[in-house]
């Protein structure tokens, strides 16, 4: 069984600064996909930014990067200049690659940013 | 693209009683996943329908059940409502073919209480 583990249960971080969400994952898939969902507290859940795992170089999407280890099976998030609209919950999900669209969340980091 | 809704919003139930929870896809997606995810956790995959057949089940009980029309509605059934079963729904579509069909889009969730 595949596992997502968000070792961080909350994180703060000042408004314009730095900060990362820890995300690793077990499998003994070679084909995959991992993501990271924002979910607010209007519930939605909204994609961030997605990685495939045959792919060497790490995503990007504006203010949100990856940093995926394969080897280590770990990918975390960084996300720079920091909003205040960046405070949400944060998932992190991995998708085997040919088994249809079921995602395996982690339990979320709760994300404050202060200004 | 995020065009998925969810009824109703809110429902609150008693141990025992059965319940619907409806989701409507946008046009042209044809594979739906539903999710539970309890308070405090990440969302966990109930099940997936393709072409309006399940395709695909997580660790859930029969009473879990599912339906999908061919006009992009689908629903959740679940019957003989236990007190864990109060959580946030969430269902997810995606389009079959095409540059996004690697990515589910959330509806914003129904929340079920059992009382």
């Known amino acids: 069984a595949q596992t997502v583990t968000q070792s961080q249960p909350e994180m703060s971080v000042q408004e314009a600064e730095t900060v990362t969400l820890s995300c690793t994952y077990d499998t003994s898939e070679s084909d995959y996909y991992l993501f990271w969902y924002k979910q607010p507290p209007s519930r939605q859940m909204i994609l961030v930014i997605r990685q495939e795992a045959y792919k060497q170089q790490n995503a990007t999407e504006n203010r949100f990067s990856v940093n995926f280890q394969k080897a280590a099976k770990s990918f975390s998030l960084k996300i720079s200049d920091s909003q205040l609209g960046d405070a949400a919950m944060y998932f992190c999900?991995?998708?085997?690659?040919?088994?249809?669209?079921?995602?395996?969340f982690g339990k979320g980091t709760s994300l404050l940013v202060t200004p | 693209e995020t065009g998925v809704t969810q009824s109703p919003t809110h429902l609150i139930k008693t141990r025992g009683q059965q319940v619907t929870l409806r989701c409507s896809s946008q046009s042209g997606h044809n594979t739906v996943s539903w999710y539970q995810q309890a308070l405090g956790q990440g969302p966990q995959f109930i099940f997936q329908?393709?072409?309006?057949?399940?395709?695909g089940r997580g660790n859930f009980p029969p009473r879990f059940s599912g339906l999908q029309f061919p006009n992009y509605s689908s629903e959740l059934n679940v019957n003989a409502l236990e007190l864990d079963d109060s959580a946030l729904y969430l269902c997810a579509s995606s389009p079959s073919s095409g540059i996004l069909h690697n990515e589910q889009f959330f509806g914003p969730g129904t929340r079920l209480t059992v009382l």
């Open positions: 999900a991995y998708r085997v690659g040919f088994s249809g669209y079921a995602l395996n």
């Open positions: 329908y393709y072409r309006e057949e399940e395709n």
